[in-house]
Every structure is written in C-alpha cells, then in structure tokens.
C-alpha cells in the first residue's frame, strides 16, 4: 500500500512557482486574505478562500499563452460558472423577490429583550406586522415555501461547486 505524501512539507514545484512569482514581482494578495478574511468558525471563511483562489487561477489562466487559446476559454468558462455559483452561495441571492413580497406584507425583523438567565440576554425575533400569535404563525405559514426553495437552490448550488471541482481540477493546469 503506498502512503501519501507528508502534507507538511512543500512540493518542490510548489517552491519553483512561489519563487518565479517572487521574481516576476507579482503580489499574491494571499498575505493580505488571510490577514482579514480567514476566519475558523463559519464556511463563509472557506467559501471566500475557494473563491479567491480560483478567481487567481482565472486571471494566471486569462493571461497565460502555455494552453491552447480553445482549451483556455473552455477552462475560463468552468471557472467563470463555479465563481457565480459561489457568488451565489456566499451573498445568498435566492429568492430575493419572493423575499421582497413578503417583507412588504410582514414589515422587517425586530427584536425584543425576551429574558435573561444569568448574565445572557435573550432575543425574541419577529416581523413588525406579526403583532399577534394568530398573525405570528401566518408569517411562519408563508415564509415556509421560500424558505425551502432557498435552501433547495443554495443545496444545488454547493453541489455544482464541488461536483466541477471534482470532475475538473486537475485539467486546470499549464
């Protein structure tokens, strides 16, 4: 059975690419991202991470003459359709005029101090029109649908992302 390489150590034709970019002065961004965007709690951070990186991949891509120009668009095209699923996924554009409608009926969230246990406070969140419980459970009644098929189009969307990435990764090189 053959073991994967150690996952600590640089490839040496990783080392190679850093230095030429060194060399022909191109800034990574890469220092400036993890700086102030990486962040360990939330798959926003990853997202962001995975979105900037193919988008540099795009740009070496664009720019390059190592690949065949009708290879290049057809590798430019599947980037272009993984950045928009992510752009998507990440600024959560599903179902926004469907959300429209119903924040013009049911007005925008509020919260309220409901109680405190100790020394945490706890919200309660509604919409300003849902005054009582009968109008409370109408709101949740109509926002259930849009709700659904926002999940259901963000799902399809992660889905795209990793199922490209799967399929194409490895034809992304020079």
Not at 6 to 13: A, E, M, Y
Not at 138 to 144: I, L, M, N
Request: include cysteine.
């Amino acid at each position: 059975m053959m073991s994967g390489r150690n996952l600590d150590k640089k490839p040496r034709r990783r080392r190679s690419v850093l230095k030429e970019n060194k060399e022909r002065k191109v800034s990574s961004g890469w220092n400036d991202f993890v700086k102030y965007e990486d962040v360990d709690w939330d798959w926003a951070g990853l997202m962001r991470m995975l979105y900037f990186k193919i988008k540099r991949m795009r740009m070496y891509f664009e720019t390059s003459s190592l690949i065949a120009v009708a290879d290049t668009k057809r590798v430019l095209k599947q980037m272009d359709k993984i950045l928009a699923a992510i752009a998507r996924w990440y600024d959560n554009e599903y179902g926004l005029e469907e959300l429209k409608v119903l924040e013009k009926k049911w007005g925008p969230w509020i919260s309220t101090k409901d109680k405190k246990v100790g020394d945490q406070q706890y919200y309660t969140l509604r919409h300003r029109n849902a005054t009582t419980p009968e109008k409370e459970k109408q709101c949740h009644k109509e926002y259930a649908p849009w709700l659904r098929k926002t999940e259901r189009l963000e799902q399809k969307d992660f889905e795209f992302v990793f199922d490209q990435l799967k399929k194409h990764l490895k034809e992304w090189w020079d």
